[in-house]
């Protein structure tokens, strides 16, 4: 499966009959290739229509359980065909979950202040065997209803599974986070009272991810199954290293298998803008690197984490085949805060948007999804960093069809309209013999090529630095002519002149034609 350049667009008795079960296969051996939150004015359709004219490719959604069964099965299938036939959205993310309250289990768990959000009758068997050794799926397993449920009426849509949304999510970071601490996550699983989006222990998650797994790919074997966007390698950590067994997720002929063999992709969410910083004891003080490549530098620091844990867990291709990465949330804001230490600006936001897109690419990233559309205040009404991520304006405000882009918003179209369907070239970037203090890409399709460049910044709360690039292997590959980051709104060019070129942090386009 290819990177493409995409965003996250956020939209906002069952009886199966299988004939001749075969054995399944598991992730540890097989891994297949392959909104109320804006003005009611905003359908779905509409904010599907602007995702797409800013150069999205693809989208990530939601189909709660409460929702579907509210509204009913079929609720979004025009939408779907929609966003899959006439704006030509590929490689689908859904995340699924959130069971509505009839299907909820009820238990309460220690330290919790309210009931698992996990589906009642999880443990129940998956299928029920008829006839002629044909299966249908358990009712009383109300997990495995709702997936059938989502596959019959959504699956050709859909490529990635997503099995709920960020369930380690915390508020006790210091148990996520450090090594050193009692209850970290590195050294024990996580107690059910600090992951308040399960409220369960981590085995129960990760029998959601079996029974998932069990469903989907009985009805289709090259769906991909994600974990929820993580945000913390010590859960991945955790999750490698338990079953789905109620008994402490311990190895039993039962429960075989630990959670990665029951996924094949690891979605993940980063927002780097809090984590441009440490503690310098020497100094006494804290040290700042805010900066749009400091920025996208620890995205994918975050994303080799994740990996390096895959791999120390025997997802290396060896022992087990290696997993895809994607990246389901994303970005930084527009605007520093008073008495914030995180980074904020415009220019910031721009620059970070180009600069992931390229390196997610040569990182092998396989899905990028930004948060979000569009913006829900204003600039100087804003009190929270993430209303100020996005693609457009406003969309509070902003009635259809007077939307505005933001500066991430042409920066993301520009590199859109200028890599999408380009495949990165890691030869053809070796030769481009950039300098430590610069950076980029080149990326080809057919007899064409792209080449991305900029200069690093390396200051604090500064996007200046200027580099002197030789510009020779652009000429020797007829690239000379230079698109800015807003060509997508002027559609200006200009052609390249000399035998070297000034760098800034603001990446620019130098392409054949």
Known sequence: MQTKNVILLSLGILHIFVANA???KTANNNVPVHNVYYSPAWTDQKLSEIAAWAGVHSSRLSLPDEFLENQGAK?????????????????????IGSASSKNRDKQLYPGCTETSKAFKGIYKPVWIEGKNKSFRINPENTLASYIYMVYSNYGKYIAYWEVFNEPDFTYNWVVASKKDVSDSWWSKPPNPKDLPNLNCPIYSYVRMLRVTYEVIKRLNNKELITTGGIGYPSFLHQLLNVTDNPDQGKVSAEYPLKAGAYFDVLSFHDYPFYYLSFWDSQAGKKIYNRNSDAAAEEFISKKNQYEQILAENGYNGKLYPRKYLICTEL???????????DIGSDEAQKNFTI???VLAQKNKISQLYYFVLGRNADTDQSN????????????KTSLPGKQVLTSQGVAFKTTSLLLYSYEYNERLTNKMNLPTNASGAAFVKKNDVVFVVWAK????????????????????NKAVIVHDWNYSITLKTRILDGSSLKLTPCPIFITTK
């Open 384 to 395: 929270d960093p993430y209303q100020l991520m996005g693609l457009y304006y406003n969309l």
């Open 457 to 476: 910044t390396s200051k604090d709360l500064s996007e200046n630095n200027s580099v002197t690039y030789d510009i020779s292997v652009l000429t020797k």
């Open 75 to 95: 609720a979004r299938t025009k939408e779907f065909a929609y966003y899959k036939n006439q704006l030509k959205f590929n490689d689908l993310t859904v995340f």
């Open 355 to 357: 600069k992931t897109l």
């Open 22 to 24: 075969q054995q399944q």
């Open 331 to 341: 970005n930084i804001p527009a605007k520093q805060y008073k008495n914030s230490d």
